[in-house]
């Protein structure tokens, strides 16, 4: 026999604002999901939300999120209505081949090199002081600047790029208040009218590079042009977020455990290794977020339909069923292949997971080169638990 939905405890947000590790560590030996007071559930098991990312019984949101926020139209809500993100079977399939493809084929080792070189830059403008803040100077910036490679955007356009980059982000992180909101109207707006001037000289001017690439395998999929753009979009708004958080989580972790960072400095062969834990230990991307149409049991109890779901990477990847001391930040795990997770899984996996695992191994590589006596001078909060994470200011110091 069924339990019922009331034996499902109910989750107060603000418990998840103050300690989210803390409140899902509570309820996950005892139950598969929990309820959230603002509505909706979390799954919160390893097991269950790799099985649930497969799952057609849960299905993108659509417009569903931007719908509740009271919006209907305008270029935040073209990415919704537009995306591959938020899409579910043929318009998903249709937006994502050509862009997948074109990743597919995009040659990586020269990605590299671009990433390589714009971190040096980054950390070569500040050297010569003994400062700077990871987050803002370094692993906000970087994630832009391999776009900006990635895309072609000329030099003197990369600053107005990720001026307008940051703002519309704003949207995506949590609590955007109604300022931010109204500017990352207006940026995403510029921002697709620039991408069209960058789409149309490379359609002027074909080559051999992703964007060109891109917009030819587009046109086997009759993909629209506002379809095509938007999909751009969608990749920058992917790309920039998570990589950022998944930055500053690995540094602020390895410079935490003066061992592993120093392990690291000794032997960059173990960079994947921390690439890896720090992702399982703060994901970039809290979880993911999908509708229920149908119920479905877990365990006894049962998921009413027609809810949105929370499958929560922040909840699965430190599940002791999983993971040994799974609050211990540690590079040398056995089973640290358990944290692709991160990456989600099924139809709407990472479309660039192989990009951002080497901006993640680039990124934290420049520093341990060029700055071997890095020193965490305090440690930033990471914010949000539904989908992107924000941190706040993370100091660090070195002598020059
Ligand atoms: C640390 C790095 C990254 C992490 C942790 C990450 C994580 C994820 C996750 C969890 C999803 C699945 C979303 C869902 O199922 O709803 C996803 C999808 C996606 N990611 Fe990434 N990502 C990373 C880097 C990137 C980069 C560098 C790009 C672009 C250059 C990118 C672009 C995308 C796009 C476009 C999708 C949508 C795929 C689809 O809906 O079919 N991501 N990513």
């Given at each position: 026999m069924l339990d019922t939905l009331h034996t499902v405890p109910v989750v107060a947000s603000s418990d998840l604002e103050t300690d989210v590790h803390g409140t899902f560590a509570r309820y996950r030996p005892a139950y598969p999901f929990v309820a959230l007071d603002t509505g909706g559930y979390v799954i919160l098991r390893h097991e269950d939300v790799s099985r649930l990312l497969l799952d057609p019984r849960l299905q993108a949101t659509g417009t569903a999120i931007p719908a509740?926020?009271?919006?209907?139209?305008?270029?935040?809500?073209?990415?919704?209505?537009?995306?591959?993100?938020?899409?579910?079977?043929?318009?998903?399939?249709?937006?994502?081949?050509?862009l997948s493809r074109a990743l597919a084929q995009q040659v990586s080792e020269e990605f590299r090199q671009h990433v390589r070189r714009s971190a040096a830059a980054l950390i070569d403008a500040y050297r010569d002081g003994a400062t700077l803040d990871l987050a803002a100077d370094y692993a906000a910036k970087l994630p832009i600047l391999a776009l900006a490679g990635l895309l072609g955007v000329p030099e003197p356009d990369v600053p107005t790029f990720m001026q307008d980059i940051h703002a519309m982000d704003e949207?995506?992180?949590?609590?955007?208040?109604?300022?931010?909101?109204?500017?990352?109207?207006?940026?995403?707006?510029?921002?697709?009218?620039?991408?069209?001037?960058?789409?149309?000289?490379?359609?002027?001017?074909?080559?051999?590079?992703?964007?060109?690439?891109?917009?030819?395998?587009?046109q086997e999929d009759d993909v629209t042009r506002l379809e095509l753009l938007v999909q751009i979009v969608q990749l920058i708004i992917?790309?920039?977020?998570?990589?950022?958080?998944?930055?500053?989580?690995?540094?602020?972790?390895?410079?935490?455990?003066?061992e592993q960072w120093q392990?690291?400095?000794?032997?960059?062969?173990?960079?994947?290794?921390?690439?890896?834990?720090?992702?399982?230990?703060?994901?970039?991307?809290?979880?993911?977020?999908?509708?229920?149409v149908e119920d479905i049991e877990i365990?006894?109890?049962?998921?009413?339909?027609?809810?949105?779901?929370?499958?929560?990477?922040?909840?699965?990847?430190?599940?002791?069923?999983?993971?040994?001391?799974?609050?211990?930040f540690d590079i040398s795990r056995s089973n640290l292949k358990?944290?692709?997770?991160?990456?989600?899984?099924?139809?709407?996996?990472?479309?660039?997971?192989?990009?951002?695992?080497?901006?993640?191994?680039?990124?934290?590589?420049?520093?341990?080169?060029?700055?071997?006596?890095?020193?965490?001078?305090?440690?930033?909060?990471?914010?949000?638990?539904?989908?992107?994470?924000?941190?706040?200011?993370?100091?660090?110091?070195?002598?020059?």
């Open positions: 509740q926020a009271g919006m209907s139209e305008g270029a935040l809500f073209d990415i919704f209505e537009q995306g591959m993100l938020t899409a579910n079977a043929d318009a998903h399939a249709r937006r994502r081949s050509g949207f995506f992180r949590p609590h955007p208040t109604e300022q931010a909101v109204a500017d990352a109207e207006q940026a995403a707006r510029r921002l697709r009218n620039y991408l069209e001037d960058l789409v149309q000289a490379a359609e002027n001017n074909p080559s051999e590079g992703f964007l060109s690439r891109y917009i030819r395998l587009s992917g790309g920039t977020e998570s990589v950022r958080t998944g930055l500053v989580a690995q540094a602020v972790h390895l410079l935490s455990e003066p392990a690291v400095c000794e032997d960059l062969t173990l960079v994947p290794n921390a690439v890896a834990e720090g992702l399982r230990f703060e994901p970039g991307i809290a979880g993911v977020v999908r509708v229920s365990d006894g109890w049962v998921l009413p339909a027609g809810q949105l779901v929370l499958l929560s990477f922040m909840s699965a990847l430190r599940d002791e069923r999983v993971f040994e001391r799974p609050h211990a358990l944290a692709r997770l991160a990456f989600g899984g099924g139809a709407h996996r990472c479309v660039a997971d192989a990009l951002g695992r080497a901006e993640l191994e680039e990124g934290p590589s420049a520093l341990v080169e060029r700055l071997p006596n890095l020193r965490l001078e305090g440690r930033p909060d990471f914010q949000g638990h539904m989908f992107v994470r924000k941190t706040t200011e993370c100091r660090v110091s070195w002598q020059p």
